[in-house]
């Protein structure tokens, strides 16, 4: 199988609110919810896109020869890249019937583990969500990372212990998902969350935890404070507030902010990688991609997850051959330069 039949098998199988479109830049899906578009106008999801395709690549092949190595650590694991899919969840509201939440996990998370990354997995109103994807955790021998809603702070610690039970190797929250009103209306409502609060939920496990949805230095501090292992620059895919900044052009204020204090992760418009490969040059430890890996799914289930990581993972080490950069630390801000 290669990366262009999963794309072809993507179009008959994902449902019909995505369109597989050339480029996956929020335009001709913007306002479409359910489904992949943004909120509103769409300009979230449409900035996260187009903002990184503002910064290029100082190319620089005078040095002497290397083989590129992109291997990184996290969460106590080693991996082949520093890339990891996004939590995705209600994917038969958004997508299509082809699959649960629970096989869609499975793929996800089985294709990861081939390709040497990790899956973030996804949660939801029913209560099987969550479950589902713990078995699929479980099964891949807790190679997967939880993110679980911001629900009441006894539900969150609640679902944490069933991470901390499948052997999950982190557990995370998308504190971006407070802007969810849908929840509510479906009788399991969300909410914003204090430091204090944060705070008792991150004590209330040895897990690294990672928040995400951080999308300011005055929040990024609030995260720090908190004890998390690393925070999530993500404004949720631009899915619930419209006329967000893009997450790529707060990221260098944010990572003054926390320095080497907490792990930096940011999603938001990452297609290939080089797009990662941007981000770790302005301060980025790692990235997360999303809206590309239900293509993967849906076009070639655990083959497709593990066939697109390692295109992410080719075109990563080709940049940095083509920069002189001979690993991850080499990847500094001289490397690009904002057009």
Known sequence: MTYQEVIKKAKTDIGPHCKVCPECNGIACKGVIPGPGGKGTGRGFIRNYSDLKQIGLNMDTLYENFTPDSKATFFG???ELPVFSGPIGAVQMHYSDKY???SFTKALVNGCKEAGSIA????GVDDAVFKGTMEAIEAANGFGVPTIKPWSKEEVIKKIKMAESVGAKAVAMDIDAAGLTLLAKLGKPVYPMSTVTLKEIIDSTSLPFVLKGVMTMTA????VEAGVY????SNHGGRVLDETPSTISVLEEIKEVVGDKAKIFIDGGFRTGIDVFKALALGADGVIIARPYVTAVYGGGTEGVALYTRQIKMELENAMLMTGCATLADITKDKVRKL
């Open 230 to 233: 690393g925070i999530l620059v």
């Open 100 to 102: 649960n939440d629970e």
């Open 77 to 79: 694991e080693n991996f």
């Open 220 to 223: 990024a501090k609030k995260a």
């Open 120 to 123: 973030f997995s996804g949660d």
